[in-house]
């Protein structure tokens, strides 16, 4: 008898292309997610996957299976809302992705909100970057997430919130400058500090000063932006932080200044578009944008 978890490694084996990256995917270790796509084989008569030392595609046969796989497991997640649906708005188990660029700073306030609004929604939240989250949210693991956009993502459909400015922080000295605009051509003369590869927030950076320096001759690169904050307080370089993050750096000898072109990013909800809970998400929605902070600017 086929089970659900099977008919979840099936569609994470074939979104991955790859045994190690869908077992990570679905928590499992490879020996057993390989062992179980080999039984499931079996019980099928049918050969799902063709496997090479270096990737897996799926077969004819096994691609009609993968595309009902994804129906089965849509319809087991429609069912299960059916109830929360009937008890009300956002109740029940609800699982929500965010880059760790925004969580410390947006966390704090939205998750009171939601609690006052909607006092019987279980909220679990999921902090991780942009394509592991990419992936929970199409293996079923998350019913929505918080993230940069635009995501390329024909699976998805997202909903933009607010665009968020980047500030431009440096040591703090003996004179403030916190009121000063940081110009364009000023930028390029600083050597700036930058999150490590698979940050949304480092892209957008480079993209902004594709001529500045960065990540110099020690190479310093932070997995998150505390850290940034503490080598930009000890004099190692200056950065770009989003707004919401300014009142923490402030707080830590660093020195914020708005940029004068006002560039920024876009932040908004993503999740799977057959999803059952898009009226959840869009309530989400409506709560995240209640309470935004004045250092942002609502879509």
């Known amino acids: 008898m086929l089970k659900l978890q099977d008919l979840r490694y099936v569609v994470a084996l074939a979104d991955h292309g790859?045994?190690?990256?869908?077992?990570?995917?679905?928590?499992?270790?490879q020996s057993t997610l390989s062992t179980q796509m080999k039984k499931l084989e079996q019980q099928l008569g049918v050969t799902l996957f063709e496997r090479t030392t270096q990737s897996v595609s799926v077969t004819a046969v096994g691609a009609d299976?993968?595309?009902r796989a994804r129906q089965v497991l849509a319809d087991v997640e429609a069912i299960s809302v059916v109830g929360q649906h009937i008890s009300g708005p956002?109740?029940?188990?609800?699982?929500l992705g965010v880059i760790p660029t925004l969580g410390p700073y947006l966390l704090p306030w939205l998750v009171p909100a939601l609690k006052a609004d909607y006092p019987e929604l279980r909220l679990t939240v999921r902090?991780?970057?942009?394509?592991?989250?990419?992936?929970?949210?199409?293996?079923h693991r998350l019913d929505a997430a918080l993230l940069a956009l635009p995501i390329d993502d024909g699976r998805l459909e997202t909903l933009p919130l607010f665009d968020e400015p980047f500030w431009f922080a440096e040591p703090k000295?003996?004179?403030s400058v916190a009121t000063a605009v940081m110009k364009d051509e000023d930028l390029r003369e600083h050597h700036l500090l930058l999150l490590t590869e698979g940050h949304c927030l480092r892209d957008q950076a480079l993209a902004i000063c594709n001529?500045?320096?960065?990540?110099?001759?020690?190479?310093?690169?932070?997995?998150?932006?505390?850290?940034i904050f503490q080598m930009v307080a000890t004099?190692?370089?200056?950065?770009?932080?989003?707004?919401?993050?300014?009142?923490a750096a402030r707080s830590r000898a660093v020195t914020t200044r708005p940029l004068e072109s006002g560039v920024g990013r876009r932040i908004g909800l993503a999740w799977r578009r057959r999803s059952p809970r898009h009226r959840d998400i869009r309530l989400l929605a409506d709560t995240v944008r209640d309470h935004l902070p004045?250092?942002?600017?609502?879509?």
């Not at 956002?90 to 699982?95: E, K, M, N, P, Y």
């Open 18 to 29: 790859h045994f190690g990256r869908a077992a990570a995917a679905c928590n499992i270790s």
């Open 235 to 247: 004099g190692l370089g200056s950065t770009l932080l989003p707004a919401m993050a300014c009142s």
């Open 65 to 67: 299976i993968v595309g």
């Open 127 to 139: 902090e991780d970057l942009t394509a592991p989250l990419l992936e929970r949210l199409s293996s």
């Open 211 to 227: 001529t500045a320096s960065h990540d110099g001759d020690g190479d310093f690169r932070a997995t998150s932006l505390e850290t």
């Open 90 to 95: 956002l109740t029940g188990a609800f699982s």
């Open 294 to 299: 004045p250092s942002v600017h609502p879509i």
């Open 173 to 175: 000295r003996g004179k």
